[in-house]
């Protein structure tokens, strides 16, 4: 079993910021990748940006720029420094991880159960 806890989120004024993180733990022999999307209300879920364990990024336009994602492969740790928010912005925040457990053989996929946040005009 995998438990993906994430904070941070919240409501913040346009041009404020805010930093996401999302703990891993439980059944994880490797973490391949981890990484944040998000789901505006009426709006499929979208990637936001995401990190390897080798440390490359990959990031959505509307972001790049002023979002920022690390991570802390000693702790399973992944953040999102948010900066000059925008109204846009504001949706529910999914944290996503790509591994391989301990024992079954493969690569898995589990999801957060998500962190509002709410920029406001």
């Known amino acids: 079993q995998v438990q993906l806890v994430e904070s941070g989120g919240g409501l913040v004024q346009a041009g404020g910021s805010l930093r996401l993180s999302c703990v891993a733990s439980?059944?994880?022999?490797?973490?391949?990748?981890m990484g944040w999307y998000r789901q505006a209300p009426g709006k499929q879920r979208e990637l936001v940006a995401v990190?390897?364990?080798?440390?490359?990024?990959n990031y959505a336009d509307s972001v790049k720029g002023r979002f920022t994602i690390s991570r802390d492969n000693a702790k399973n740790t992944v953040f999102l420094q948010m900066n000059s928010l925008k109204p846009e912005d504001t949706a529910v925040y999914y944290c996503?991880?790509?591994?391989?457990?301990?024992?079954?053989?493969?690569?898995?996929?589990?999801w957060g159960q998500g962190t509002q946040v709410t920029v406001s005009s």
């Open positions: 439980g059944n994880i022999f490797s973490i391949n990748a």
């Open positions: 996503n991880l790509d591994y391989r457990p301990w024992v079954v053989d493969g690569l898995y996929d589990y």
């Open positions: 990190i390897t364990s080798g440390g490359s990024t």
